[in-house]
């Protein structure tokens, strides 16, 4: 009796770890390789004109807002923030979060529009296509450059809040002609097997003529690093670095925006042992630290950082948001831009739209191209 059952327990095990490396094979076969370059397609692109081009005596506004694949409103956790979740809860509140980012979008009105973790058929927001939706409702050129793909993603560990399939992105929308936008490979990878599940980030490059010039508006939609132990960011960074300071030394107007995932300068002090002090505090030294922004290279080469700290553009999702007492929050300031020597900022505001529908709040940029 002893031995069957001891024989059917190792049956057991054995069955368990041999499906475990068959998932993990699959993950292998499917992953997501992107190139070191991808020529995105453009919807409703417009007709190669004048009139369709930035003009130098029009000011531009710009808008940045990570809309949390419409699945990380005020009444969400997040498992790799600290929280449960991995996923809402059904259908209708993703669809209701999302009709709510959409408001939050043509209210602006802005000209040109960066947004990050937009999903598209992914099981973790119910296959909501919000890439569609978002196309639609803006109806201007729109390109989507993808920076999360697999097919099963297995986690948080319980089985009703895995993410499961994952496509997502970052979408850049403009109501400029687009002479062309390029997927960009960032460096840094998570190791293996970690990385056969996780984000591969890029930066979206998008071309806009200006009119009556051979010059370009260069806008760049980032997502940077969130996870990782700061070293991704770093050379994210400096990969950044390469990439605008080479569009700004063709002659080009250069703007840098999305989520940074790291502190901007003006919301953080750096102590001689390295260690931080926060605008927004951080609480708990157990909760996620968005490092500091180093601000050297930028101030060294004269780029200008735009950004608007009156309200925080992020929240942790340790907890949903704690609307009573405001003080159980966790908020960082990681959302804005960077912008090139040859561009006036004309105004910079984080909306307070109460982490809403989002666990980001937008930032919208005003500039002005100099002569």
């Given at each position: 009796?002893?031995?069957?059952?001891?024989?059917?327990?190792?049956?057991?095990?054995?069955?368990i770890?041999?499906?475990?490396?068959?998932?993990?094979l699959?993950?292998?076969?499917?992953?997501?390789?992107?190139?070191?370059?991808?020529?995105?397609?453009?919807?409703?692109?417009?007709?190669?004109?004048?009139?369709?081009?930035?003009?130098?005596?029009?000011?531009?506004?710009?808008?940045?807002f990570?809309?949390?694949?419409?699945?990380?409103?005020?009444?969400?956790?997040f498992?790799?923030?600290?929280?449960?979740?991995?996923?809402?809860?059904?259908?209708?509140?993703?669809?209701?979060?999302?009709?709510?980012?959409?408001?939050?979008?043509?209210?602006?009105?802005?000209?040109?529009?960066?947004?990050?973790?937009?999903?598209?058929?992914?099981?973790?927001?119910?296959?909501?296509?919000?890439?569609?939706?978002?196309?639609?409702?803006?109806?201007?050129?729109?390109?989507?450059?993808?920076?999360?793909?697999?097919?099963?993603?297995?986690?948080?560990?319980?089985?009703?809040?895995?993410?499961?399939?994952?496509n997502?992105?970052?979408?850049?929308?403009?109501?400029?002609?687009?002479?062309?936008?390029?997927?960009?490979?960032?460096?840094?990878?998570?190791?293996?097997?970690?990385?056969?599940?996780?984000?591969?980030?890029?930066?979206?490059?998008?071309?806009?003529?200006?009119?009556?010039?051979?010059?370009?508006?260069?806008?760049i939609?980032?997502?940077?690093?969130?996870?990782?132990?700061?070293?991704?960011?770093?050379?994210?960074?400096?990969?950044?670095?390469?990439?605008?300071?080479?569009?700004?030394?063709?002659?080009?107007y250069?703007?840098?925006?999305?989520?940074?995932?790291?502190?901007?300068?003006?919301?953080?002090?750096?102590?001689?042992?390295?260690?931080?002090?926060?605008?927004?505090?951080?609480?708990?030294?157990?909760?996620?630290?968005?490092?500091?922004?180093?601000?050297?290279?930028?101030?060294?080469?004269?780029?200008?950082?735009?950004?608007?700290?009156?309200?925080?553009?992020?929240?942790?999702?340790?907890?949903?948001?704690?609307?009573?007492?405001?003080?159980?929050?966790?908020?960082?300031?990681?959302?804005?831009?960077i912008?090139?020597?040859?561009?006036?900022?004309?105004?910079?505001?984080?909306?307070?739209?109460?982490?809403?529908?989002?666990?980001h709040?937008?930032?919208?940029?005003?500039?002005?191209?100099?002569?």
């Open positions: 009796m002893i031995k069957r059952l001891l024989k059917i327990l190792l049956i057991m095990f054995v069955s770890i041999s499906l475990a490396v068959l998932f993990v699959t993950l292998q076969v499917f992953e997501y390789r992107p190139k070191d370059e991808t020529d995105l397609s453009i919807e409703n692109n417009l007709e190669n004109i004048e009139a369709n081009h930035v003009n130098k005596d029009n000011s531009i506004k710009i808008m940045t990570n809309i949390g694949y419409a699945s990380l409103s005020e009444t969400e956790d498992v790799m923030d600290g929280g449960e979740k991995g996923r809402m809860d059904d259908k209708e509140s993703v669809e209701a979060n999302l009709l709510g980012i959409g408001n939050i979008i043509t209210s602006s009105e802005a000209n040109i529009y960066l947004l990050q973790e937009v999903d598209y058929k992914s099981s973790r927001s119910y296959n909501t296509l919000q890439f569609n939706y978002i196309s639609n409702l803006v109806n201007m050129p729109v390109t989507l450059g993808y920076n999360y793909r697999c097919i099963f993603v297995p986690f948080p560990f319980d089985l009703t809040q895995m993410m499961g399939t994952v997502s992105g970052i979408v850049t929308a403009t109501d400029y002609y687009v002479e062309d936008a390029t997927r960009i490979q960032l460096p840094g990878e998570f190791s293996w097997p970690l990385r056969l599940a996780n984000l591969k980030r890029c930066a979206v490059i998008t071309r806009l003529p200006i009119s009556g010039s051979d010059q370009y508006l260069v806008i939609n980032v997502h940077l690093s969130a996870y990782d132990d700061g070293t991704m960011r770093i050379q994210e960074i400096e990969a950044l670095q390469t990439m605008m300071q080479y569009e700004y030394d063709l002659g080009n250069v703007v840098v925006g999305g989520d940074f995932n790291q502190t901007f300068p003006n919301a953080y002090t750096k102590n001689q042992d390295g260690t931080y002090e926060y605008l927004f505090e951080l609480k708990d030294p157990n909760y996620w630290q968005a490092f500091g922004l180093d601000d050297e290279w930028f101030v060294g080469n004269n780029w200008q950082f735009a950004n608007d700290v009156t309200n925080p553009t992020c929240r942790l999702l340790h907890q949903p948001l704690d609307t009573v007492n405001e003080e159980n929050n966790q908020y960082y300031a990681i959302d804005g831009f912008v090139s020597a040859n561009i006036d900022i004309q105004s910079v505001t984080t909306r307070d739209e109460n982490f809403k529908y989002s666990d709040n937008p930032v919208e940029l005003i500039i002005n191209l100099k002569p």
